[in-house]
Every structure is written in C-alpha cells, then in structure tokens.
C-alpha cells in the first residue's frame, strides 16, 4: 500500500492511503454483517477457483497459516470497500431536497407569478428548440487617435442555438463563424460590426476613431491579448457552479417548482459540495437560463416563474433594456469585490411570459471594472428568438452557416 508523502501535521510519521482516507471521511455506520459475510464467501470462491478447488473453498484445504493470510487479505478489502462506499456516499449526498416555496408578497412576486400564468397560457411545443440572441460586455479602452483620452464600448455577439428533441440535432454558433461544437466548421467572420459605443457620449469619440471594430482595436493594442473577446453571461468564478445541462439532462428536469429548486441548488453545489450563502442570489442568477437556452419544456419555465417569485430582495424596477426599450424588469443586486455592487434586471413580456433581455447593470464598480461609469450595462442579452419549432433546422441554421464548406473534426 503506498503511502502518503509529504510534511505531516504535527511531526506525525507518514500514514498510509486507507487512513489519509478515512480521516478526511464524516463517521460512517459499520457495514453490516451480511455485508462482510457475503463480501468474505465471494472472495474466498474467487480464491478457491484459482487453486483448482472448484467452486467452495473447503475449509481443511488450507493450511492454517495460509488461512490467517486470507482472513487478514479479506479483512483490508472489506475495509477499503466500506471506505470507498462512504467517500463516495458523502461526496454524491444531495445537500439540497424539495421544500416549500417561500410564500413572498408585493410587486415583485405578482410580476413573476402574472408571468407564469402568461406563459401558461401560451404553452408551446415542437421538434427543435431555436433560440437567437445578442449578448454584449462593456468595456473602457484608450482612443486610437487621440491619446489620453477613452472611451466605453460594448463588444456584441450573436449566438444561435438549434437543439431537437430527439438528439439527432444539437448545433451552436457564434456570429464569428466558430461552432461551439468543434464539428469541423472553418472560423468565417461574417460581419465587423461587432463593437458599438456604450452610451450617447461615447459615440463622438468612437466615431473620430474611425468605428473602429474588434480586429482594429487588437491590432492597435488597445484590447489586451490577441483573441477576440467573447462576451459572457456575467463574471467568472462566482459562488456556485454554472448550469451548464446537457440537452438529455435538461430535458429531464422536473416541472415541479419545489422539486426543481432543490435539483437546481445539488447541480450548483456538485464540485465542491457546500450549502451556497445566498441561494436566492444563485437562482435569480443562473435560473432564468432554463427560460432561453436549454431545451426544457414550457412546464418548466413555468415552474422556473413560481421559483423566482419566491425569492427574497427581487424588486421591480422601470429600466432601459440592451436594444433601447424602457419597461418594467425584475431585480436583484449582487455585491462582490471584483465587480462592486451590480443589479441584475430581468425583461419580461407581460403578455406571453418571454423572457426577452437581460442586463448587469454597474451601480458602483469594483476592482475589476473599475474604469466603468456607473449605470453601464457592463454585461447584457438581447433575446431576439427563443421558441419550440417544427421547422427543418436547415431553415433555421444562419444562410453563412450553409454555404461555409467544413473541414474534417480535429480530434488531437
């Protein structure tokens, strides 16, 4: 058995693996008798099979010495089976189970729950699952021409999604051409009109700059690295996992409101397996995915509805979205060091129940986005389509995407 190297806490000599494990392991119960006793005879026939006794390992057959030897071989298996079990027990416990919705009141609920009702009313259904959509991250970058001054920009990016039911079709692309799938696609720039300025004040300055797109703005070193940025849903390494569902998986979540919340919160918490300090901060977050990108049915962005109305700090705000429409959103407002106080808005069709944009907007920055005005949306998603279909996902798939020849998968 190997063992454990290293400093030793304490001055205490090397341990070996069985112990390290059980130290690190919560108290597990004893396996149980019959356990033992049925791991013990199927060794013990495993054992007698190899010496030619057949299929019983007679006990006069071995010599009492050898016996001690096997007893002592059985014993450290059954040891590291119960270990193992029980490593593998604690890191799979679900931490999270279904639970009453918190019963919230005032306009922020009543907005969500109306939206429920709404999307009830206009249940869809279809073979694929199409959504298009913008998404953009706002930036502050130094003038190409007139140095010593700046200006804030928003890199955009559109992105398609075509997923079917069945599996037989699950394509992603971005506007530059680049499927997310790694299928062979040749990268194709299909338009440079990827930048625009952040606000009304930004646009004089972008424009003496010459309108400059993202390649202009990378060969003139004023976007650092060589690769062009790709806007993201929010900032990275936040509190939880990204639920980042498979089209099999998303499939099977249930549309039980309580039973979701709680297979939504063990999904989040699988790697490193603790409770979050603000689950309703994670679901206002990460949940309204579930209305746009994955391939749920309707029943359950029903369900996705009742959940956020029962989250605690969701307020309704009157706000501009990312494409310049004012209405009414639903907010929430997250305080980190890197990125200061942001408000997290949702945009939402009264009438239907779509989602139909997103934004984060900077109330106060933090050390990451420090030379952002506050009121900029420093991260927003335009939600242009997001509907089931019974359309040919040819007909759906962007013209370029068609006519671009593809080369073989590169699989190294």
């Given at each position: 058995?190997?063992?454990?190297?290293?400093?030793?806490?304490?001055?205490?000599?090397?341990?070996d693996?069985?112990?390290?494990?059980?130290?690190?392991?919560?108290?597990?119960r004893?396996a149980?008798?019959s356990?033992v006793t049925?791991?013990?005879?199927?060794?013990e026939?495993?054992a007698?099979?190899?010496?030619?006794?057949?299929?019983?390992?007679?006990?006069d057959?071995?010599?009492?010495?050898?016996?001690?030897?096997?007893?002592?071989?059985?014993?450290?298996?059954?040891?590291?089976?119960?270990?193992?079990g029980?490593y593998?027990a604690?890191?799979t416990?679900p931490?999270?189970?279904p639970?009453?919705l918190a019963?919230?009141s005032?306009?922020?609920?009543?907005?969500?729950?109306a939206?429920?009702?709404?999307k009830?009313?206009?249940?869809t259904?279809?073979?694929?699952?199409?959504?298009?959509?913008?998404?953009?991250?706002?930036?502050?970058?130094?003038?190409i021409?007139?140095p010593?001054?700046?200006y804030?920009?928003?890199v955009?990016?559109?992105?398609?999604?075509?997923?079917?039911k069945?599996?037989?079709?699950?394509?992603?692309?971005?506007e530059?051409?680049?499927?997310?799938l790694?299928?062979?696609?040749?990268?194709?720039?299909v338009?440079s009109?990827?930048?625009?300025?952040?606000?009304?004040?930004?646009?004089?300055?972008?424009e003496?700059?010459?309108?400059?797109?993202?390649?202009?703005?990378?060969?003139?070193?004023?976007?650092?690295?060589d690769?062009?940025?790709?806007?993201?849903?929010g900032?990275?390494?936040?509190e939880?996992?990204?639920?980042?569902?498979?089209?099999?998986?998303?499939?099977?979540?249930?549309?039980?409101?309580?039973?979701?919340?709680?297979?939504?919160?063990?999904?989040?918490?699988?790697?490193?397996?603790?409770?979050?300090?603000?689950p309703d901060?994670?679901l206002?977050?990460?949940?309204?995915?579930?209305?746009?990108?994955?391939?749920?049915?309707?029943?359950v962005?029903i369900a996705t509805?009742?959940?956020?109305?029962?989250?605690?700090?969701?307020?309704?705000?009157t706000?501009?979205?990312?494409?310049?429409?004012?209405?009414?959103?639903?907010?929430?407002?997250?305080?980190?060091?890197?990125?200061?106080?942001?408000?997290w808005?949702l945009?939402?069709?009264?009438?239907?129940?779509?989602?139909?944009?997103?934004?984060?907007?900077v109330?106060?920055?933090?050390?990451?986005?420090?030379?952002l005005r506050?009121?900029?949306?420093?991260?927003?998603?335009?939600?242009?389509?997001?509907?089931?279909?019974?359309?040919?996902?040819?007909?759906?798939?962007?013209?370029?995407?068609?006519d671009?020849?593809?080369?073989?998968p590169?699989?190294?």
């Amino acid at each position: 058995m190997d063992i454990v190297n290293g400093p030793v806490p304490g001055g205490r000599a090397p341990v070996d693996e069985l112990t390290a494990v059980q130290e690190f392991l919560a108290e597990e119960r004893p396996a149980a008798a019959s356990t033992v006793t049925e791991a013990r005879r199927r060794l013990e026939r495993e054992a007698a099979a190899k010496r030619g006794f057949g299929s019983r390992l007679r006990p006069d057959a071995v010599r009492p010495g050898r016996r001690r030897i096997v007893m002592a071989v059985l014993g450290a298996a059954t040891a590291v089976s119960v270990a193992a079990g029980g490593y593998h027990a604690w890191v799979t416990r679900p931490l999270y189970h279904p639970e009453p919705l918190a019963a919230q009141s005032g306009p922020a609920s009543d907005f969500l729950l109306a939206a429920a009702d709404a999307k009830a009313r206009h249940i869809t259904d279809g073979r694929i699952w199409y959504v298009r959509k913008v998404r953009g991250l706002a930036m502050t970058i130094s003038s190409i021409k007139k140095p010593g001054t700046a200006y804030q920009i928003v890199v955009t990016r559109n992105d398609y999604s075509v997923v079917s039911k069945d599996g037989k079709v699950d394509d992603g692309w971005n506007e530059e051409g680049q499927n997310d799938l790694d299928d062979g696609l040749d990268p194709h720039r299909v338009k440079s009109d990827d930048v625009r300025p952040a606000g009304p004040r930004d646009r004089a300055a972008w424009e003496r700059d010459g309108r400059p797109d993202q390649q202009d703005l990378v060969f003139a070193e004023k976007i650092k690295g060589d690769e062009l940025v790709i806007p993201r849903r929010g900032p990275e390494g936040r509190e939880g996992g990204e639920l980042d569902f498979g089209p099999e998986e998303a499939r099977a979540l249930p549309a039980d409101p309580e039973e979701l919340r709680a297979e939504l919160l063990n999904y989040a918490t699988r790697f490193d397996h603790r409770r979050l300090r603000n689950p309703d901060l994670y679901l206002f977050v990460h949940a309204p995915q579930l209305l746009i990108d994955d391939p749920v049915s309707d029943r359950v962005r029903i369900a996705t509805y009742r959940i956020l109305a029962a989250l605690k700090g969701v307020r309704v705000v009157t706000a501009t979205d990312p494409a310049g429409r004012t209405g009414r959103a639903v907010a929430m407002r997250e305080t980190t060091r890197e990125h200061g106080v942001i408000e997290w808005q949702l945009f939402i069709d009264p009438a239907t129940g779509r989602l139909t944009a997103s934004q984060g907007i900077v109330i106060s920055p933090g050390t990451a986005n420090a030379a952002l005005r506050p009121g900029t949306a420093e991260f927003s998603e335009i939600v242009e389509q997001a509907e089931w279909t019974d359309k040919p996902a040819d007909q759906l798939r962007p013209k370029w995407w068609n006519d671009t020849p593809r080369q073989a998968p590169n699989r190294d």
